[in-house]
T-cell receptor
Framework: EAGVTQSPTHLIKTRGQQVTLRCSPISGHTSVYWYQQALGLGLQFLLWYDEGEERNRGNFPPRFSGRQFPNYSSELNVNALELEDSALYLC??????????FGQGTRLTVV | AQSVTQLDSQVPVFEEAPVELRCNYSSSVSVYLFWYVQYPNQGLQLLLKYLSGSTLVKGINGFEAEFNKSQTSFHLRKPSVHISDTAEYFCAVSDLANAGGTSYGKLTFGQGTILTVHP
């Protein structure tokens, strides 16, 4: 069974640019979560999508947004990048069996 | 709102020694409790979880944790560690009110404990 896959694995962006991160959940999983792991700030909940709907949102500014597609894959968009957005962005998916699985993450560096 | 406190930021231990990683949580509602492990440059792997029932939970890689409701703790233990257990460990909670029909809901994580196992 393929795990949660995230792309790209690494990327470097310039301050002010926009970035899109992608997540493919495990087959059959309908919920997708996004977390930010920034140095010194720990793991912070960003967004939760289930069945295409945004179910919950963490304490992040509106320039962090996302969506979930009919096939349950998801995108995280970050506009007007700031230096402090540099972090590992983790995606997790879960199923009715209440098992959450995390991807390997996308490491974003903003310069 | 929930919060999670991992009482030790770093725990050094010798190989084959026992280890306990401490986690306390605060919540006004019932919670689910989790421990995750993160190896360098990797995502998170679920070690174990407490949802209900027996307060002693056994997980993968020989780890176990005990839920103590009165002390609001969920400490992780392993009787004999290996070099390969060197990693960062995260305690997390999810409140039942946030849990949807298909998942636990959002997780609130502790700051992490770096376990270093020395030969």
């Amino acid at each position: 069974e393929a795990g949660v896959t995230q792309s790209p694995t690494h990327l470097i962006k310039t301050r002010g640019q926009q970035v899109t991160l992608r997540c493919s959940p495990i087959s059959g999983h309908t919920s997708v979560y996004w977390y930010q792991q920034a140095l010194g700030l720990g793991l912070q909940f960003l967004l939760w999508y289930d069945e295409g709907e945004e179910r919950n949102r963490g304490n992040f500014p509106p320039r962090f947004s996302g969506r979930q597609f009919p096939n349950y894959s998801s995108e995280l968009n970050v506009n007007a990048l700031e230096l402090e957005d540099s972090a590992l962005y983790l995606c997790a998916s879960s199923s009715s069996g209440h098992k959450d699985f995390f991807g390997q993450g996308t490491r974003l560096t903003v310069v | 709102a929930q919060s999670v406190t991992q009482l030790d930021s770093q725990v050094p231990v010798f190989e084959e020694a026992p280890v306990e990683l401490r986690c306390n949580y605060s919540s006004s509602v019932s919670v689910y409790l989790f421990w995750y492990v993160q190896y360098p440059n990797q995502g998170l792997q679920l070690l174990l979880k407490y949802l209900s029932g027996s307060t002693l939970v056994k997980g993968i890689n020989g780890f176990e944790a005990e839920f103590n409701k009165s002390q609001t703790s969920f400490h992780l233990r392993k009787p004999s560690v290996h070099i390969s257990d060197t990693a960062e460990y995260f305690c997390a909670v999810s409140d039942l009110a946030n849990a949807g029909g298909t998942s636990y809901g959002k997780l609130t994580f502790g700051q992490g404990t770096i376990l270093t196992v020395h030969p």
